[in-house]
């Protein structure tokens, strides 16, 4: 299965919005979650927010009130939008079907990682 397609990423200034979003097609809801994740220069990539097949979220604590994640299943989007984005935020966002670890965080099913969106916040 070919990684996901990411798009909506931009330049923004620190206390705007952005939506991002990807198509999530081929796969199935029941068996993935549908998780977005950042990765910031000279950082790990982290989890930033899932959702699983009955519309559950879960978020990074830096994101909690700020972010929403969506899904669409008649399109087959997902979108993640980020309200209130601080210079922290500045990153490359990732879309890719996930799975839940023990300890609630959510992992990358894949192998690869698609192309990602460019997310750049300014003061």
């Known amino acids: 299965q070919l990684p996901l397609e990411e798009s909506g990423g931009g330049s923004v200034q620190s206390g705007g919005s952005l939506r991002l979003s990807c198509v999530a097609s081929?796969?199935?809801?029941?068996?993935?979650?549908m998780g977005w994740f950042r990765q910031a220069p000279g950082k790990e990539r982290e989890g930033v927010a899932s959702?699983?097949?009955?519309?559950?979220?879960s978020y990074l604590d830096s994101v909690k009130g700020r972010f929403t994640i969506s899904q669409d299943n008649a399109k087959n989007t997902v979108s993640l939008q980020m309200n209130n984005v601080k210079s922290e935020d500045t990153a490359t966002y990732y879309c890719a079907p996930c799975y839940y670890t023990e300890d609630g965080q959510w992992k990358n099913a894949l192998d690869d990682w698609g192309q990602g969106t460019l997310v750049t916040v300014s003061s």
């Open positions: 959702i699983d097949g009955r519309s559950r979220t």
């Open positions: 081929g796969y199935t809801w029941s068996t993935f979650c």
